[in-house]
């Protein structure tokens, strides 16, 4: 049964009226098998925003509403009128907009992507769209068949909503539910999510006043954990873990470190970026390009493990990959630390004397490597430092000391 269309309010709330409130997520599904996921993606959203949901009816074949946040709010063909009796009432398409600081339509089927492209309104969703003030974001997140997806209207129908300033979260390349193997499934909730709230806080008015994500709130450091192709990767879910107790994270993982990695045991709000979506959403010029956006975001980064071979690349300059792109275009200002992780021989090796002193010189900080039995049976030193270790060390050096502890130091001198 779906929820009560709620009371909404008939202005939104100025961005600098009153108190801070958390951002406002308008997510809607559409007919498609991904669908199955809106549930994850309420979910997801609800750890740090207040959110409200749209689906087509098509799309409720798909999701499981026992699945859904308590207390979300559904909306759904049916409750675009049951609150309408006379003029004057309320109409559920133009509240939502009012309500809404972006809108996520996730999946977006190939239909309601026409529909929108031409302008239709023939749904609740679509009604909002059609009702929408175009100074606000709205994010799609497509999800089709590959064919569907490479259909010449496809491009035609993207292009229309690229010009009334639609953010594309492409797709991406695996099994579909048809069995087929190709390009057209959803991005990962995680993954739209990231993207999101990334744009939402670097986003400014146009007077330079910030939108209220950040709006005198105090926030989470931001670290930026980093995997190279070493067999230590395996301990990289655990790392993540720990950082996201405290600090907002994200991930990035070279092809190397993808063997290594169960994506499994990383934190459900924490997304890994790889050099494949690096590629995928940038399109044209004025697009955003992931390692610079992934290196203004972040407050540190750590690179844990760092192989034999990234760390040689790094030491060169060389940026043939994400996790190089991020290092190669880094504000030295902000901090970078390094646990490498090799083979005792690869360790003691000339060539990581001097690359060592060569990253040093840029200001990274180095997190020693452990002395143990390695994954190849020798003993020695290369084993990358435990992962609760580089927790307490970037925990000490990004948390502010509290105020007691300054009124002891006060009272010591």
Sequence with gaps: MASEPMALEKEPMPFNAGPPRKPRILLAASGSVAAMKFSNLCHTFE????????ATTASLHFIDRSSLPKGLALYTDEDEWSSWK?????????????WADIMVIAPLSANTLAKIAGGLCDNLLTCIVRAWDYKKPIFIAPAMNTLMWTNPFTERHLMALDELGITLICPVSKRLACGDIGNGAMAEPSLIYSTVRLFAESRTQPEGEPLPVNVNLPRRSRILAAASGSVAAIQF???CQQFAEWAEVSAVATKAALRFIDRDSL?????????????????????????????????????????????????MGLCDNLLTCIVRAWDYKKTIYV????????????????????????GMVLLS?????????????????????????LKVFLEPPSSDSDSMNAQEE
């Design 86 to 98: 006379q003029l004057g009432d309320s109409v559920l398409h133009i509240e939502l907009r009012r």
């Design 339 to 362: 646990a490498p992780a090799m083979d005792t021989l690869m360790w003691t090796n000339p060539f990581t004397e001097k690359y060592l002193t060569d990253i040093e010189d840029l």
């Design 267 to 315: 934190p459900t709000n924490v997304v890994l970026y790889t050099d494949e979506y690096e590629q995928s959403i940038w399109n044209k010029m004025g697009d955003h390009v992931l390692h610079i956006e992934l290196s203004r975001w972040a407050d540190v980064m750590v690179i844990a493990p760092l192989s034999a071979n990234t760390l040689g690349k790094i030491a």
């Design 369 to 393: 490597p452990d002395t143990e039995t390695s994954v190849c049976g020798e003993r020695g030193k290369g084993a990358m430092a435990d992962p609760s270790d580089i927790d307490t060390t």
């Design 47 to 54: 750890e740090w925003a207040e959110v409200k949901a749209v």
């Design 237 to 239: 879910g655990a790392l």
